[in-house]
């Protein structure tokens, strides 16, 4: 058939299918007129690229569709819209001359096919795909599904499935040239699934989008309806207001320029922000922080410092050391003009009054104080803080104190600095070490911050238990400055000055109400309490004042007063809580009196040993430690050496054995200065010599007998005078300690420098002379003593 060619731009007209088409070109035009004039058939067939207006033979595809015009109408804008039907499909053989449009011979490609069960097992895999899809695509009516699952013939169902299905161009045209039914129906189901899965995905962005715009207008509504009740309550008006005061505080408020500059660029950009949005919160907090933080404010320090030496004594009895540190410190600010803050480290037992001083010293000052409790702290954030990308990020502890303070120059306390552990998220006493160095402090960055503070002013003053614990980067930067247990009679005054009257104060009671005697008082301290400072000293007194005042509601007597002494004593608090740890009262063999350092001050060790018949065995127990034992083992060695001089047989230590025992057993013990009070006993057991019950001792020994020094000679020669030890011997190396104990307790014990240990048997055996310890065996074994360990064992 020899039939006019009309090229289709974007667009395949399939067999079957009723298509409007509109033309405009030249040639077009002129192919409908012409098919018009020769039994209405045209050939339709798509361009390959659309944007061609004018097309050559080969820009057409070869495979098109010969259709049926059935309506022509010419309209104003000289354009033509023709209704034409696909009939079948044909492919061009040649194209024919003519100058009017494109003629060509085509041949139909239509084939005679029976459907089979593979076309019944396709269509209905196609029927319901198209039913799928168009429950997903509201654009197809449901009479267009139903009449689609009527069809019965494939190749109709197929071409009539394209036309409502949105394919590309190529794809259409793939499947008008796929001439065999069936293999058209399983690409079309192919592309079908596809087109399913793409509208699903469509749907669900749809959901999403419908689900996000609902909750965007819901609370866009809301916050327009807040808006509103909170601009006609007059208490916002567009989130202005409280930008205004940010800038009012700025301008009202001295800061560096590098502060200044940040505050201003971050309200420039709360001003573009949503007042509601997440963001605006966290630019906002921030802004408050950096305002809220004094950068210039200070307080004005006291410079007399006889006003304030008198109110450290009025609020502190005793430690003399701290004290004369801060008097020293407020004379050099009274004769310069800036000075660093020092910082202080505190190290004593509990209940001595480490942060009670601290705060009296801020008093004393006239500072702010400001405390914080480093126990337990882990991590290093909890110092320098969070970075503002984290939710809910704070300031660390440091900035946060500053601001409560209100000025840069208070009197800080890091309470338990000891205490500090470390994780995996950091160590908290690495991030100290900035914050402690007079060096470093002035500059000190935080991490929400994100800017330099000044810290140089501070007085930092850290408080601790321990050394050990601390680490040594940290104490070399801290003046650390010792507070030591007070003695029985520090707590008495203590008692009188302070304890007393806060307590009877606390329980409603007057200071005349309540008089505790002197020999009441010491008894509290030594049988009702075992501490270096006073802390369960005043858990006592508080006890007394509140059965005084129970006693005077009891008897109706409010205005009355009652005498607290030895004979009621026991009534008030009960039976004595510790042993008062006073040493044997006569002079026994192998019982020495050792002196210990623990946290909570001095204690008298009792050291004891026997000997046994055995086999050369030592017995060692008390739970010591290491060091302790290796202490004992040393001091044996030693008077195994000096064995012939002490009088003893050269042997006699293999039909012997000897247990060392330190009461107390459930207690820990551990270190070196036990080792002359070891070896001491070791000497009385093996010699029968009495040790002196009234001496006390304390010292490392080595092999060859010497002294050597030890540590908290303070507290142990405190704890020798409370338990009533009249001599207390000490290495010749300690002597430069001596001065730091106090004078009362020098006069009433005797200290004994010795160097070794010869000069301690001396001082510490009972023996009339030198020469009973220590004389010429000849003579030992003529006069004096059995000649072997079996005659020394019996007698």
């Known amino acids: 058939m020899i039939v006019p060619l009309l090229p289709l731009r974007d667009m395949v007209v399939l067999p079957k299918a009723v298509t409007p088409l509109f033309i405009g070109r030249e040639k077009s035009v002129a192919a409908l007129e012409m098919a018009m004039e020769n039994e209405r058939a045209i050939f339709l067939t798509t361009q390959k690229d659309a944007k061609i207006d004018d097309p050559a033979p080969g820009d057409m595809y070869q495979i098109g569709t010969l259709a049926v015009v059935f309506q ?3 309209l104003p804008d000289g354009t033509v819209k023709a209704l034409v039907e696909g009939r079948e499909r044909a492919v061009i053989k040649n194209f024919v001359e003519d100058s009017r449009c494109f003629v060509v011979r085509v041949e139909s490609l239509e ?7 593979e076309s019944e097992a396709l269509m209905r895999q ?7 899809y168009s429950k997903l695509n509201k654009k197809i009516p449901r009479e267009v599904v139903n009449n689609i699952q009527k069809l019965e013939h494939p190749g109709t169902m197929a071409d009539t499935l394209t036309v409502h299905l949105p394919l590309k161009v190529e794809d259409k045209q793939q499947l008008l040239e796929t001439v065999y039914p069936n293999m058209r129906l399983e690409r079309l189901f192919e592309l079908m699934r596809s087109e399913i899965e793409i509208a699903q995905i469509e749907q669900r962005i749809r959901n999403r989008v419908k689900k996000q715009m609902e909750k965007t207008q819901r609370e866009y509504y809301l916050n327009e309806q807040m808006r509103a009740i909170q601009k006609e309550m007059g208490e916002k008006e567009d989130g202005k207001n409280e930008i205004r005061e940010l800038e009012a505080k700025l301008k009202s408020k001295r800061m560096p320029r590098e502060a200044m500059e940040k505050v201003t660029q971050e309200i420039r950009k709360l001003k573009l922000m949503s007042p509601m949005s997440a963001e605006a919160t966290v630019v906002r907090n921030y802004v408050d922080w950096i305002l809220a933080l004094p950068w210039y404010e ?10 304030a030496g008198e109110i450290l004594d009025n609020d502190h009895y005793g430690l003399e050391k701290p004290k004369e540190r801060i008097l020293e410190f407020l004379a050099v600010q009274t004769l310069m003009r800036k000075n660093k803050g020092p910082i202080l480290c505190f190290v004593g037992p509990p209940g001595v009054g480490k942060t009670s001083l601290a705060r009296s010293i801020a008093r004393s000052m006239n500072r702010s104080f400001i405390r914080l409790s480093l126990g337990g702290v882990r991590d290093e954030a909890e110092i320098r803080g969070h970075r503002r990308t984290y939710v809910g990020a704070l300031p660390g502890k440091i900035i946060q104190s500053m601001r409560r303070s209100k000025s840069m120059n208070p009197v800080f306390c890091l309470d338990e600095i000891d205490k500090m552990s470390t994780d995996f998220r950091g160590d908290p006493s690495a991030a100290l070490l900035e914050v402690l160095d007079p060096e470093q402090n002035y500059a000190f960055n935080d991490h929400y911050l994100d800017m330099d503070y000044n810290l140089s002013e501070v007085l930092f003053i850290t408080t601790a238990n321990n050394l050990y614990s601390i680490p040594a980067p940290l104490q070399d930067r801290m003046e650390i400055i010792k507070l030591s247990g007070y003695t029985e009679l520090e707590k008495m005054a203590i008692a009188r000055q302070f304890l007393m009257l806060k307590q009877a104060k606390a329980n409603g009671l007057k200071p005349d109400q309540v008089k505790v005697s002197d020999e009441a008082m010491l008894k509290i301290i030594q049988e009702y309490t075992r501490e270096a400072g006073v802390r369960n000293l005043e858990r006592e007194l508080g006890s007394v004042c509140r059965k005084v005042a129970k006693r005077l509601v009891e008897k109706n007597e409010r205005h009355g007063a009652l005498k607290v002494a030895i004979n009621n004593l026991e009534d008030l608090l009960g039976v004595p809580k510790y042993r008062h740890g006073l040493p044997e009262n006569q002079d026994t063999v192998g019982l020495v009196n050792g002196l210990a350092w623990t946290e909570v001050g001095g204690e008298m060790l009792t050291t004891e040993v026997v ?4 086999k050369g065995k030592l017995t060692i127990t008390g739970k010591l430690g290491e060091v302790m034992q290796e202490s004992a083992q040393a001091a044996l060695s030693y008077v195994r050496s000096r064995g012939v001089s002490l009088g003893l047989p050269a042997d006699f230590y293999q039909e012997i054995d000897i247990h060392i025992h330190v009461p107390e057993g459930a207690i820990p013990k551990d270190g070196p200065s036990a080792g002359i009070t070891l070896a001491t006993a070791l000497a009385s057991a093996l010699t029968l010599i009495p040790a002196r019950a009234d001496v006390a001792m304390t010292g490392e020994i080595t092999l060859r007998g010497r002294v050597l020094p030890i540590g ?13 030890l009249k001599k207390v011997l000490i290495p010749k190396e300690n002597e430069k300690d001596i001065k730091e104990i106090p004078i009362k307790v020098q006069k009433a014990v ?20 030198p020469e009973e310890i220590f004389h010429a065996p000849l003579e030992y074994y003529r006069f004096k ?10 007698h």
């Open 126 to 132: 196609v029927s319901a795909a198209f039913d799928q």
């Open 298 to 307: 200070r307080t004005q320090d006291k410079v007399d410092i006889v006003q």
């Open 750 to 769: 005797e200290i004994v420098p010795v160097e070794h240990m010869d000069e301690v048997l001396t001082q510490a055996l009972k023996a009339t002379s």
């Open 712 to 724: 908290g000679l303070r507290e142990k020669v405190l704890a020798a005078h409370r338990v009533g």
């Open 111 to 117: 084939i005679d096919f029976a459907p089979d069960r």
């Open 611 to 614: 000997i046994m018949p055995g």
């Open 785 to 794: 003593k059995p000649q072997n360990s079996s005659e020394l064992i019996a």
């Open 72 to 74: 022509l109408l010419r």
